[in-house]
């Protein structure tokens, strides 16, 4: 049994294949295409007809300037057919992937936000999602929901799972600011006077 690594030897192993050059003896240990629409069909040299060989193979050979063109171009593909974008039934590109709310590729000056650096660090997100500062007020709060819910909403976007995934965060984040202007509201309430008003005797 052979070792591992080892080569099984044949007792009788097969003749070696002649060099395919004419007159020539030697064996024919070097496979070279026989022509460019053959590259897997080889002539058989030895060494020295297939450096002559190669140094004289010219893929091109024959064809014209267009036909040349054109296989560059089809090996820029891998051989592979190419269509314009779109002509397979691809969706409509989302236009909200090209908003700018920034001006950074307009000439538009970017739209003014206060930070929310200030702002509590459990708001920090919900405040970035939508796209508002701190201090917030509750007003302000409904009405950026309500643009972005009309944004975002599935029937504004054919149905899009992006903007349906989008829609549910923006909820959670309304949802997160709106109490959170709740409690605060509460804690700055004026307290309640517990004294009852004195009966006139």
Same mark, same amino acid.
């Given at each position: 049994m052979a070792r591992r690594g080892e080569r099984l030897r044949s007792d009788n !192993?097969?003749?070696?294949?002649?060099?395919?050059? #004419?007159?020539?003896? $030697? /064996?024919?240990?070097?496979?070279a295409p026989r022509?460019?629409?053959?590259?897997?069909?080889?002539?058989?040299?030895?060494?020295?007809?297939?450096?002559?060989y190669?140094?004289?193979?010219?893929y091109y050979k024959g064809m014209s300037t267009d036909?040349?063109?054109?296989n560059l171009r089809e090996d820029?593909?891998?051989?592979?057919?190419?269509?314009?974008?779109?002509?397979?039934?691809?969706t409509k590109l989302n236009p909200e992937i090209f908003r700018d709310p920034l001006g950074l590729f307009g000439e538009?000056?970017?739209? !003014?936000?206060?930070?929310?650096?200030?702002?509590? #660090?459990?708001?920090? $997100? /919900?405040?970035d999602l939508m796209g508002l500062g701190w201090p917030l007020e509750?007003?302000?709060?409904?009405?950026?929901?309500?643009e972005l819910a009309k944004r975002y909403h599935p029937d504004s976007n054919g149905g899009d799972k992006s903007a349906e995934d989008?829609?549910?965060?923006?909820?959670?984040?309304?949802?997160?600011?709106?109490?959170?202007?709740?409690?605060?509201?509460?804690?700055?309430?004026?307290p309640k006077s517990s004294a009852s008003p004195s009966r006139a005797a």
């Open positions: !192993p097969s003749p070696a294949q002649p060099c395919d050059a #004419p007159g020539c003896e $030697a /064996a024919g240990e070097y496979r022509d460019r629409s053959r590259l897997r069909d080889y002539y058989h040299f030895c060494l020295e007809h297939v450096r002559a190669n140094q004289a193979w010219d036909e040349i063109e054109q820029s593909g891998w051989q592979r057919p190419t269509w314009p974008l779109g002509r397979l039934g691809h538009a000056p970017p739209t !003014p936000r206060k930070s929310a650096r200030e702002a509590p #660090p459990e708001l920090r $997100a /919900a405040l509750e007003d302000a709060l409904r009405a950026r929901y309500k989008r829609l549910k965060d923006i909820n959670r984040a309304y949802s997160l600011l709106r109490k959170r202007l709740a409690v605060m509201a509460a804690e700055q309430a004026p």
